[in-house]
């Protein structure tokens, strides 16, 4: 890429990471293009849709959670490591308010720009859940499906103005829903 080039997408990336942030998945694209100084068109040859721009947006926090899973499938306590893990799973979904449901869409759309990251992540969590699952210290009957369900429906209640103060109480009980013997306060 050439260094113009280079600098307009990192100033496009780093604006667009504080608009969504601030605006949600749904930010004006023609605002963002605006504030980084930049033309429509510019934009759009780096990211031709929003989903293009939001997996850029959300590589780097998609490829951390699959390391993490990684690191936390050596750990001692495997139902330990699955709540540390979905844990950060909701607070990443919850960073830009929306886009839980441009990552469930992408699950389901082998062409999406963010399928292959989402699927990724979702198979990390899903092989820590398995181990917690042989452990015997998360219900036997909870798939990945359902794991990425409850991680994503707590995101969007961090959405929501006035549920989002019930997000850490409310992953309290799913935890001890999920976890056949959970620890008090996880």
């Known amino acids: 890429m050439r260094a113009d080039a280079r600098k307009n997408y990192d100033q496009l990336i780093a604006v667009a990471r504080t608009v969504v942030t601030a605006d949600g998945a749904g930010a004006s694209m023609r605002d963002i293009a605006r504030r ?61 308010q929306g886009v ?4 469930v869409a992408a699950l389901e759309d082998p062409e999406s720009a963010l399928h292959a990251s989402c699927t990724m992540m979702k198979a990390a969590g899903a092989r820590l859940l398995a181990r917690a699952q042989v452990e015997g210290t998360v219900r036997a009957d909870i798939d990945a499906t359902d794991l990425y369900a409850l991680g994503g429906a707590l995101a969007w209640v961090g959405d929501q103005p006035a549920l989002a103060p019930r997000v850490e109480r409310l992953f309290t009980l799913i935890v001890g829903a999920i976890m056949t013997n959970p620890a008090p306060g996880r």
Do not use: N
């Open 36 to 96: 980084a100084g930049v033309g429509l068109g510019t934009m759009q040859r780096h990211f031709p849709t929003r989903e293009a721009l939001l997996e850029a947006l959300l590589r780097t926090s998609f490829d951390g959670l699959t390391t993490k899973a990684g690191e936390l499938e050596t750990s001692d306590a495997a139902g330990d490591a699955l709540v540390w893990w979905l844990r950060d799973f909701v607070a990443m979904a919850d960073k830009y």
């Open 100 to 103: 839980i449901t441009a990552m």
